[in-house]
Structure formats: structure tokens, C-alpha cells
């Protein structure tokens, strides 16, 4: 089972259904040392961004099989350059690491 935590539209059971044919097993968290970035990717997208001060990022772990993270790639455009998974280590109900969606570029 892979975890992964997520902050946008992967949070919403009818695009979950859409995605996977079933609602994502699932649990609140909140990321602290991330800060939702006021820019946008693509002038559409949210992305995360670190932040060394008390930032929290309020978000949800996803509980996935394999091949619905791979679903889950594809649909944050991974491939494209879009955004990278990460992995963190961050402890939380579930356990203490999980991926997440980050869009890795220099602002200008």
C-alpha cells in the first residue's frame, strides 16, 4: 500500500470514483512545513512550496495500490514535467513517510 498526501482535487471522492472506480481509503493530516504557494503552475494548479516557519499545508493521505499511484502520476503530469513526487518523512497517524505532488522550478 503506498500513501500518498494530497492537497487539491485527489481529496474528492467523485474524482476518486472517476479515477480508481472506488472511494480512496483515506485520512486527514496536516503538512507542516509546506506552504500552498500564493503562484500558480501553469496559472491553474496549486503546488506546495517549503517553508521553514510554522506553515501547514491542510491536506489528506490517500491509502493506494500501485498501480492507482501510477494512475495518480499521470493525472498530476508527472511525465510532462508538471510536478515530481516526493517522498516525506513526516510522522502521522498512519505511520511516519508518504509521497506528495510538488511542481519543482525557480519562480521568477
Do not use: C
Request: net charge negative; hydrophobic share 30%; charged share 30%.
Amino acid at each position: 500500500m503506498k500513501k500518498l498526501f494530497v492537497y487539491g482535487l485527489l481529496q474528492e471522492e467523485r474524482l476518486q470514483r472517476r479515477l480508481f472506480n472506488r472511494t480512496i481509503e483515506q485520512e486527514p493530516h496536516e503538512l507542516t512545513g509546506f506552504a500552498i504557494s500564493d503562484k500558480l503552475v501553469n496559472g491553474l494548479y496549486k503546488t506546495i512550496v517549503p517553508d521553514f516557519g510554522d506553515s501547514i499545508t491542510k491536506g489528506t493521505i490517500l491509502y493506494l495500490e500501485d498501480e492507482e499511484l501510477e494512475i495518480t502520476d499521470r493525472f498530476e503530469g508527472v511525465s510532462h514535467g508538471l510536478y515530481t513526487r516526493t517522498h516525506i518523512k513526516q510522522d502521522y497517524t498512519g505511520g511516519s513517510d508518504f509521497d506528495v505532488y510538488i511542481h519543482e522550478v525557480t519562480w521568477e
